[in-house]
């Protein structure tokens, strides 16, 4: 079993730190990729693609975490879920005025 982190990468000065955005529990999904972050009225976003264990699965589907700091991170939400003929990932971030989309690739014809 493979567990994937996702982590952010920030400059402190001079020196880089890893922050651990997301790490499964046992009984969570184990494959996740794809992260899109920005950074938008003063709170972190990142999306990505998450599935049980393989990547663009029928199970994939789109999570995102907030944060204030970039160090502490919201627990994961879905955004986007799959469904019995689709699978989501995230597309990326548009900031227009005050608000700020994200974007979902929706694949169907799964087979």
């Given at each position: 079993?493979?567990?994937c982190t996702l982590l952010l990468i920030c400059l402190t000065g001079i020196l880089p730190v890893n922050i651990t955005v997301y790490s499964p529990e046992p009984?969570?999904?184990?494959?996740?990729?794809?992260?899109?972050?920005?950074f938008f009225k003063g709170r972190y976003?990142?999306?990505w693609q998450s599935s049980e264990r393989d990547e663009d699965s029928p199970d994939t589907h789109v999570c995102?975490?907030?944060?204030?700091?970039?160090?502490?991170?919201?627990?994961?939400?879905?955004i986007a879920?799959?469904?019995?003929s689709t699978f989501a990932t995230p597309g990326g971030w548009i900031a227009h005025g005050d608000t700020l989309t994200a974007f979902i690739n929706v694949f169907s014809d799964i087979k």
């Open positions: 079993m493979t567990i009984d969570e999904d184990h494959y996740v990729n794809n992260a899109v972050m920005t976003y990142c999306m995102l975490s907030t944060s204030r700091n970039g160090i502490r991170w919201s627990r994961p939400r879905t879920h799959h469904t019995d």
